[in-house]
């Protein structure tokens, strides 16, 4: 690791001193027109203090080992002070906010320090979100409460040790200032504690930060936008190829489709798919009102923004991603001109996911590719029918022998246990589920390792993260470290913590802050 001193050499504005900025720096809420970023400094906080990080992050970045100590990082990671040479900036970008376009959106909380120079010579974009003001801030402060980033926090990292794209979480430290919200939004705004994540990421770029050019008909801003997104984070792709921002189109719908795959296998419901919150280079971004699901229902959202219109509950994901893409691409027409090309390319993507879950689907099962339609349709039917844990099913199925299938040894994922009679038909799925394995042609050949690397032992459910936050509040960060810990190897048996890969308590069914989530962060 590399001494505090050298730190210095290790940053950059590459993202700024490439692409137009705004001429003004003030810091007052506006219309940025023919930028594609903002100057804004993070404001100072009152009493910085780490609470909690990342150490494997921290590793990849090449830190020193006295960062998480040293007063330097901690003044850097609070906005406290900026690293010597760096020009922090808010982006601007628009997007599409439940279906309608809501215009200028942009960085209104999210302050980009630059870029640094991580362990293996690439470079990542250092961003506090919570850190102050910006002209993108509408109405509203800037700021973060500690509930909300303790959620980002844990979820990013543990996405990551899931093996799932996503930005990344190096610190979560807490200001020392109150931070008021209306959590939930019942006209009873109460002071909590403010924090900041430092989130890491090659990009933040998303789709609303070129739909923003494409609708204010700023096309040269949006081919600089293009051309710099490819040159620096598609090295597969040729920038300054005709179609170049046609194969960028092609290749984000691929990632998407995987990623949204991935969401689909774990049982992650993102919660605000709006295209302000879709990552350009495919990761999980913006941790918001997300919630994972513990018993199987395709209905669900933690969102009670969305209960309503329930545009992002669990089965519709994949459906709001290709939607999404179809925004992408119409922000790039100016670019390819001609519309013909861009539908294909949009059209690909339900191949494209249905090719990445099936595959998921199969693996969850312990089989190599599904043998018919049925065997999820009707494990889908049961599963609802019984509410029965998403997470502990497949971890149970992995103990049923498929020469001798047992149906009791799923007994510990049900929510409504099923009667004698309904047994029947779980064991007749249970058997044509056996008779599957048998005749799969990887049988046998690794089918436990297969089902064990696609289902998750743990993963953070919203009533720990919530448990954790509860403690937290009151100064005790003993959970939020024990629920990152656990996330460190999520796909294996954790023989100590038995306790967190067990079904969601009957308490938080209906908690607020634990199964239903506001978007007031
Ligand atoms: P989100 O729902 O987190 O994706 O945010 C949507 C938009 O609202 C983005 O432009 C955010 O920057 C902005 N925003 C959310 N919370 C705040 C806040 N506390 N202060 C300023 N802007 C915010
Ligand atoms: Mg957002």
Known sequence: MSSLESQST????????????????????????????????????????????SPELADEL????EWSSSDQWLSWLSGNAVPEGQQPYAMNYGGHQF???????????????GEFQDASGHWQTMQLKGAGPTPYSRTADGRAVLRSSIREFLCSEAMYHLGIPTTRALSLVGTGDQVVRDMFYDGRPAPEPGAIVCRVAPSFLRFGNYQIHAARQERDLLAQLVHWTIDQHFPELDADAPDAPLHLLETVIQRTAHLVADWMRVGFVHGVMNTDNMSILGLTIDYGPYGWLDDFNPDFTPNTTDAHSRRYVYANQPRVAHWN???????LLPLIEDIEPVQSVIDTYPERFGVAYRSAMASKLGLSELPNEELLGDLFAWMQAFETDWTLFFRCLMEIDPEDPDVSRLENAFYTPPFVSDLEGISKWVTDWAEACLEDDGYDEDRLGRMSSANPWFIPRNYQVFQAIEAAEKGDLFLVEDLLDASRAPYEAQE?????????PEWAREQAGASMLSCSS
Do not use: K, Y
Request: hydrophobic share 40%; charged share 25%; glycine share 10%.
């Open 62 to 65: 090449g830190l020193p080992a």
């Open 99 to 113: 279906g309608n376009w809501a215009g200028q959106l942009g960085d209104g909380r999210a302050i980009n320090l």
């Open 10 to 53: 290790r940053w950059a504005n590459r993202f700024t001193d490439a692409l137009p900025g705004d001429p003004s720096s003030e810091n007052r809420p506006r219309q940025v027109e023919g930028a594609v970023w903002s100057p804004v400094s993070p404001e100072p906080v009152s009493r910085p203090l780490m609470l909690a990080t």
């Open 325 to 331: 893409l179809a925004q992408l691409g119409r922000a």
């Open 496 to 504: 100590d913590r038995e306790h967190l890969a067990a079904r969601r």
